[in-house]
Nanobody, 127 residues
Framework: VQLVESGGGLVQPGGSLRLSCIASGYSYCLGWFREESGEEREGIATIEWTGSATYVESMKARFTISIDTSKKTVYLEMNHLQPNDTAIYYC?????????????????????????WGQGTLVTVSS
């Protein structure tokens, strides 16, 4: 399974952005993570193919993950963006043979079950 992210760019503080991640195949569990310059990667949210989502608590208020299985696409809706949201945003997924469901499909770092990663898309929040 290959993952291709899109939707990043420059947005003003307080603005919104929607990221997309197209998967070339099926995965039980997909997620969004981000990496700020000089910082460790942090999790945002994961979602099962069934649509069941799990969030990092601090991300829940402003970020929404969703999936369109017909398009094999996972989305991340981001609202009220602030400069400290500036980061490279990565899509991750479990290989198709890995049955990653329930508590194993989580956005904690690290999650060894999410073994496939996209190339990332840069989000810059600045006026």
């Amino acid at each position: 399974v290959q993952l291709v992210e899109s939707g990043g760019g420059l947005v003003q503080p307080g603005g919104s952005l929607r990221l997309s991640c197209i998967a070339s195949g099926y995965s039980y569990c997909l997620g969004w993570f981000r990496e700020e310059s000089g910082e460790e990667r942090e999790g945002i949210a994961t979602i099962e193919w069934t649509g069941s989502a799990t969030y990092v608590e601090s991300m829940k208020a402003r970020f929404t993950i969703s999936i369109d299985t017909s398009k094999k696409t996972v989305y991340l809706e981001m609202n009220h963006l602030q400069p400290n949201d500036t980061a490279i945003y990565y899509c991750a997924a479990a290989s198709p043979h890995r049955v990653v469901t329930g508590s194993f499909c989580h956005p904690g770092v690290p999650n060894e079950y999410l073994d496939l990663w996209g190339q990332g898309t840069l989000v810059t929040v600045s006026s």
